[in-house]
């Protein structure tokens, strides 16, 4: 198999059990989204833009209840899931979407043509993320605004959370194997979004908690199916390191407090 297909299965796995797994993502980081999307005091006809939309939940929300009467352009580029977004949007007659399949890195940004241009948990997968936030910067117009939403720590954990700990290490090697940068949101966003010309730079982090059982499964679902295939390719963990980590998760006791991540939501603005 060759490289990028391997890293997309990473990503992708099984597309059901992927796209459900994104269901549950979304529904973990929705609220902490939609509170600060009700702050940016973006015009109802105004254009946007979506850097990896993955099922398409965010672009959806733009478009409906931000944009209304503008439009959303959405690229991801796992055509499984580009296409699931597409499906959902037609599912919910929300016709002021464009979604692209296409790599970021090829992506035709174009020039002054959005006001909002928003990412979430896109950019610390990335090699090469500060050049896609500059290319998001030449597709702005004068005025408009960046929304970037990424990964400060992946899992916080408090109390009695030792079943987590091999989850959350494998995913931060998993992250940095792509070439990415686990903690991107904190470390390197913000000096990418200055570097690139933006100002009025805004900074807060969220740490979203949700239904503990939902995290349990999200986290089983992740490490059973494409974490699993990636670890043992790239030698990080055995099969059986993996299937003790799901067991020790599975029994654990819920003596203790889990959120998928912390996140930096940083707000830039053309000058
Ligand atoms: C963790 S998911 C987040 C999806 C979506 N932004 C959300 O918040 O629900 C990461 C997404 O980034 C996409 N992605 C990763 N690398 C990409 C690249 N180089 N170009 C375009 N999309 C990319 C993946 O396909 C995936 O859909």
Redesign the pocket.
Known sequence: MDQDADH?SY??GDTESAVYR?RL??RV?EPATRDRMATLNIAPDAHVL??????G??ACLFATELVPAGHVVA????PE?VETARQTALERGIDNITFVC????E?DFGSERFDLAH????LS??NGAAEIVGKIFGAMKKGGLFFG?EIVQSYVLVGETAAYEPFCKWFGQLIEAGGGQADYGLRQLPADVLASGFTDMRATAQWPLEDQSLIVEMVGLALASEMKHNLTRLGIASEAEIDAAVAALNATHRNFTVSPAMVAQIIGRKP
């Open positions: 997309r990503l992708l994104y993502f979304n980081h979506e850097v990896g939309c993955g099922i939940e965010t690229f991801d580029r796992a899931l296409s790599d970021a890195a992506f990412t979430r948990f896109v997968y990335l939403e």
